[in-house]
């Protein structure tokens, strides 16, 4: 069963950045279409981003274009990234990372239903604020 860990959320102030790693084991990520979402407080969880098993289309949530990044590392291919760049308050959530061998990445950046050979990370805690 693939599981996946999050790390690198914290605290920085407006204008700062960030960068999301998401780790999978057992298996590498070269197969998987990959994904990170939000959830904030008193919200629904939204997507973000996500990277087509291809590893190379990609596609972003509206309020995000232009400052983040999703990638995958194609040496190892066992880790997804989301570079976050000048952060607004309103990029406070928690952040989570998700993967399954059966989901499109469309441009909706729709929270997926996964399946069986799929995961969602812990999630790891983003924090916005001057």
């Known amino acids: 069963q693939l599981t996946l860990v999050e790390s690198g959320g914290g605290s920085v102030q407006p204008g700062g950045s960030l960068r999301l790693s998401c780790i999978a084991s057992p298996f590498t990520l070269d197969h998987y279409t990959i994904g990170w979402f939000r959830q904030a407080p008193g919200k629904e969880r939204e997507g973000v981003s996500c990277l087509s098993d291809n590893g190379v289309d990609t596609n972003y949530a509206e309020s995000v274009k232009g400052r983040f990044t999703i990638s995958r590392d194609n040496a190892d291919k066992n880790t997804a990234y989301l570079q976050m760049n000048n952060l607004k308050p309103e990029d406070t959530a928690i952040y989570y990372c998700?993967?399954?061998?059966?989901?499109?990445?469309?441009?909706?950046?729709?929270?997926?239903?996964?399946?069986?050979?799929?995961?969602w990370g812990q999630g790891t805690q983003v924090t916005v604020s001057s």
């Open positions: 998700a993967a399954d061998l059966l989901w499109s990445c469309d441009a909706t950046v729709a929270v997926p239903d996964l399946g069986h050979a799929g995961a």
